[in-house]
């Protein structure tokens, strides 16, 4: 299994805060799970299951009145392999996605 690592552009640059931008990306999850499946997003980094085919713009939209757009960048593209023999210590960035996924299951779910 391999998981894809892209890094995010938000405009305009003043507004960029997390909890901005998971606001943003939450009002337009539908366009952003036909366009990627499923995704997760942690700070200015969007994790996939399958790879981009160029630069992603989410639609622009406004945040408390202000217009905002968040890109995905393509050409920041990581790929990570995810076997059953990979060792935690050895790939902290396989152990940081998986980190991602628990919280954002938890905070779905309000489990604690």
Known sequence: MKVYQYPLTVLPEDIFDALIVHEIISKKSRFLYRCLGPHIVSGKMMFTMRPIDSELEIPQTQYKGKDCQIIIDKSGEQEIPIS?????????????FLNIIFKTAFRQTHLK
């Not at 059953?84 to 940081?96: G, K, T």
């Open 84 to 96: 059953a023999d990979f060792i935690n210590r050895e790939n902290s960035v396989v152990q940081n």
